[in-house]
Each structure stands twice: as C-alpha cells, then as structure tokens.
C-alpha cells in the first residue's frame, strides 16, 4: 500500500478514526527516529492518505513512486498522500507507544530516549496540524507535557495499559521497572521498583483482560508474569527461566485467547499457554536471525506476525493444524507459516492496523511499509 523512508519504532493511533473496509484509507501514525547525530532525532505524526491495494502487474510503477520526492503531491488518482508534523526529541528514540485512551483534548504518546528518560507528549496539535492542512516542514521545538529521569539507565520495554486510562509501565536496561499512575496534570512513577529480572528488561506487555497483571521478558532469558496489587519485591507471581536459549527480545499478549508469544535472540518464536507455563505450546524456527517484534492480530486470536534482523517478516496462523513441514525448493517450512514479506532493511517493529482488516506496518532502518497480503 505504502512505502516511506523514516521511522524506527512506531505506534498506530487506534482512536483516530473506526473500523474501514473499503478503499481508499487513511491511517495515522507516529514513529521515532535514530539518527546517528542525536539533535537531527525527532517524533513524526503522520497521516498516510488515498491508501489503495496494489493493482495487477504494477511492482515496478509502486518501486518508482517510492523513490520520487514526495513532497507537494496532491490526493488525486491512485496516488498515496503523506502528510507529517515533527518534533524535535533529544536523543534517540528507543521505543514510542501511543496510549489507547483518547480524550476530546489530549493524544499522549510515550517515548524512551537513549538519554535515559521518558517523556509524554500530548501530540494533538500535530493531528490538527496535519488534519486542517498546516502542517510545517520544519521541526518543532516544544516541552513534553511531561519527562520522568528517575531510571538509572535508558530502556526500550514500555506499554500503556488497555483496561485503565492513563497508566504505563517503562522497563530498563539495569532490570527495573516502573508503574506510572496517572493524576489530574501528570503522572506519579513509583519509586519502588518491580526488579525480579537478573538483567536487562526487553519488553513489558500488560495483560489485555485483567488490569493489575502485566508480562516482561529480558535478556536473562526469562518471562515474568506480574501482579501490581502487591508490593514490588512480592508482585512477580510466575517466572519461567530459560523461556529461549539466550536473550528474550519481545512479548505480546493475545487479546482474546489466554495465550502470550514470545521471540528471542535465538530466532525463535514461541507460543506460551497463560494456564500452563511450564513448557511452550508451540515453537517455530523459521528466521534466521534474532526477532525484532511479535504482534498478534487484532481479531484473528490465531494469526500473528513477527520481524527479524533476518530482514523479513513472517506472519503465522496457529489454526493451521498440521505437523508436517511442507517442501518448498528443498527447504521445510512450517505449515502454519502464511506469508513472508521482504524488502526492508534491519526491520525494528511490526503493527498490525485495529481497524483496517489485515493491514500491516513495518518500520526499520531504510523505510516504513504499510501493507496487506492476501493470506490475512
């Protein structure tokens, strides 16, 4: 459908906008850079318009639109339109999540920086900008609405929690994590940490259903499963040790189905049943390199994706039941793997759309795509 060339870790603006299913779309979004000079790093808001399936033999017209300038194209045709607003981010950004709750005034967004704080950001105005067509080219310098330095070290693990407005968790790269409680004008971040991790946290995810549980993996090579109602040196309830073979790198918690998958330095992906976590349900070898990000789709309880510094992403379909590997060009391949996308380099993230059926966003060192297969 699209293709860019910005952005490392990225978010999907869920509120903005329903459920589409017809064509052309509009999808918001807002990602992060890593320029190698941190003052040239930014937050980009984007509105990615006049998105249309790719027609039958037009690849190459579709590689040619994405190398021409961009700028001042105007919504006519079949041509996609990009409109951006950004600001400036000092540092690196490690990782940006856009929070789920949206009120009539405010849009938050969270982002890590490899300075070694968390700031919020209330990114309304850039909507408006880019919606009522003043957007600028140039770079805003403006304040987060509101900056947390109390981490010893910069992190990338980070989630906003589905179920209660407002809070989120942030995971660092000494084993800490902190619960952000939301106030009137900000937030309080609780000093006493959950820090059962040996090492580095990589991902948290909180639980989809039940509001005080919460998930974490690390590079100590364990998952953890929380409670925030006890106190932090008692909230971790389940550990399991040795989830992959070296570093756990991401988690995501299925929405609907008692079920987390998981994906580490190793190149595997695992499927791990919430009622029992003394072995994996399922496991996958497929990408060749660690995994960058796993995500299950938002209504298909069996279908999710995954990324890998392998340079692909793979997506995967659980209710395929077969056991036995299929030949393909003298290599097996799972029989539950759908579709395998290619193009990008250093994929970082994946998200799949809520309300547009199937579609995809990758973002990784070259570009962002956003696209839809035919398998989902």
Request: charged fraction near 25%; aromatic fraction near 8%; hydrophobic fraction near 35%.
């Amino acid at each position: 459908l699209f293709k860019h060339h910005t952005g490392l870790s990225s978010g999907i603006n869920a509120e903005y906008g329903g459920p589409r299913t017809g064509y052309p779309v509009t999808a918001y979004l807002v990602a992060g850079t890593q320029a190698q000079q941190g003052k040239k790093n930014s937050l980009i808001v984007m509105k990615t318009s006049n998105l249309n399936p790719p027609k039958p033999g037009q690849d190459e017209e579709e590689k040619s639109d994405a190398e021409e300038d961009e700028d001042g194209e105007e919504e006519t045709g079949d041509k996609e339109v990009l409109k951006t607003a950004e600001i400036y981010h000092a540092g690196a950004v490690n990782r940006v999540r856009i929070c789920p709750h949206v009120t009539d005034t405010r849009t938050f967004v969270a982002s890590w920086s490899e300075k070694g704080k968390v700031h919020i950001w209330d990114i309304a105005p850039q909507l408006t900008a880019i919606e009522t067509e003043q957007e600028s080219k140039d770079v805003q310098k403006i304040k987060p609405f509101y900056t947390f330095g109390g981490h010893v070290e910069e992190g990338y693990a980070m989630d906003w929690s589905r179920t209660r407005q407002g809070y989120l968790l942030t995971g660092d790269c000494t084993r800490h994590i902190h619960l952000w409680t939301p106030r009137e004008a900000d937030w309080l971040v609780s000093q006493q940490t959950f820090s059962a991790h040996g090492s580095s946290v990589e991902d948290i995810q909180w639980s989809p259903n039940e509001e005080h549980v919460f998930s974490s993996c690390s590079t100590d090579k364990s998952i953890r499963v929380w409670d925030d109602r006890a106190a932090a040196h008692k909230a971790c309830m389940i550990t399991v040790p040795n989830a992959h073979d070296s570093d756990v790198n991401v988690i995501n918690w299925n929405r609907s189905e008692p079920f987390l998958v998981s994906g580490g330095d190793d190149g595997v992906i695992k499927i791990w049943d919430l009622r029992k976590l003394d072995s994996h349900a399922a496991l996958f070898k497929h990408h060749t390199g660690p995994i960058t990000s796993v995500e299950w789709h938002p209504s298909d309880s069996s279908v999710f994706g995954a990324s890998g510094e392998d340079n692909q992403v793979s997506l995967w379909d659980l209710g395929v039941e077969s056991s036995e590997p299929l030949v393909i060009n003298d290599t097996e391949v799972p029989p539950q793997l759908l579709f395998i996308h290619q193009g990008q380099e250093e994929i970082k993230e994946l998200h799949w759309h809520p309300h547009i059926p199937g579609v995809l966003v990758t973002t990784s060192l070259d570009n962002f795509n956003i696209f839809k297969t035919i398998s989902v």
